[in-house]
């Protein structure tokens, strides 16, 4: 990997921002920042919760990597700012992030594309009715997810086991937003599967396994505790992985998806199929974080995943060449 740092120019590393992921932002921003430092690139942390997006041009940004996580910084809006001030990014463009950000419209671009995703229910504000809600299970089967179709790090995520939790984990998802998705539930092994590049040159980086506590992978045991086990090399039989990496091609190729990003996935445990879940386009790089894991497995340190990722930051206008002279 030969990257002209000096081409870089002065570098805006955005974090923190006004989601519900703030707290997980600005640790992913942190990493980042002393990554690139460290490799001598002119880089500075930049929080659009506290300053206006314009003092980017202003201050003579020459491009930015987004460590902002959830709404307003994964979902399209941040990037659509950008474009208009002109300042390549890192991570997907306008479309393909607000579409990943949204868990229905994926999933329904995934269904269109025959690629495997667990079964669901959208409700408006209009369906959360007491006999709606006791309808869904009959529907999805028991246990089933309820999730806000807009957080990550699994917030306002519940696990739903009988027809009583279904009013309680509808509640909860709410108070994010107000749809609520209802998805079934697959019993198996968690794994999750990053990817790096645009179009045919896109690479799936190894698999991770996940092994959580009672299977709780949620937010406290994502980022604050050691509780967790990953497993990369997964330990899957080859076949397995080669077949997840397949997926996550398809599924990020099919959001249109450039630079990188991270699919979440099930193992069924009855026969062995995978199911998409969601896909990440703006993945977390704290310690806990898991591209950063599945590069290492890859051969590609911390600092020199940064710097390949912010070599490739482009406008959606030029997002088919690679920038910043990576070989």
């Known amino acids: 990997m030969n990257i002209d740092v000096q081409k870089m120019g002065r570098v805006a590393v955005l974090m923190g921002g006004t989601s519900a992921e703030r707290e997980v932002s600005l640790m992913s921003g942190r990493g980042v920042l002393a990554a690139l430092r460290s490799r001598g690139v002119d880089a500075h942390a930049f929080d659009p919760a506290e300053r206006d997006m314009g003092e980017l ?63 669901y229910v959208c409700l408006t504000p209009e369906q959360q009715t007491h006999e709606r809600l ?14 806000p179709p807009h957080e990550g790090s699994s917030i306002g995520v519940s696990k739903v086991n009988g027809y009583s939790d279904m009013q309680a984990a509808v509640a909860l998802s709410a108070r994010y937003e107000p749809e609520v998705l209802c998805e079934e539930f697959i019993e198996g092994e968690e794994v999750t599967c990053p990817v790096l590049g645009t179009g045919a040159e896109a690479r799936a980086l190894p698999v991770i396994r996940i092994e959580a506590p009672n299977g709780a992978y949620d937010y406290q045991n994502k980022y604050f505790t050691d509780e967790v086990k ?83 930051a482009a406008l959606d206008s030029t997002a088919g060449t690679l920038a910043g002279g990576a070989q």
């Not at 990188?260 to 969601?278: Q, T």
Request: proline share 7%; net charge positive.
């Open 230 to 312: 990953y497993h990369c090399p997964s330990g899957l039989p080859e076949a397995e992985e080669r077949e997840i990496q397949r997926l996550v091609l398809a599924s990020y190729r099919a959001l249109g998806c450039r630079g990188w990003g991270r699919a979440d996935l099930m193992i069924r445990a009855s026969d062995r199929k995978p199911f998409l879940l969601e896909i990440n386009t703006s993945p977390g790089m704290t310690g806990h974080s898991l591209v950063p894991m599945s590069a290492r497995a890859a051969g590609l340190s911390y600092e020199d995943l940064c710097l390949l990722l912010l070599a490739g």
């Open 57 to 119: 041009r202003r201050e003579g940004f020459a491009r930015c990597f987004i460590t902002l996580h959830g709404r307003h910084g994964e979902d399209g809006t941040v990037q659509g700012a950008l474009e208009l001030l002109g300042i390549p990014y890192t991570g997907p463009g306008v479309l393909a992030s607000a579409i990943a950000m949204d868990k229905v419209m994926t999933k329904r671009m995934w269904i269109a594309e025959g690629l495997p995703t667990p079964r």
């Open 134 to 147: 006791r309808a869904v299970p009959d529907t999805l089967g028991l246990p089933l997810i309820v999730k």
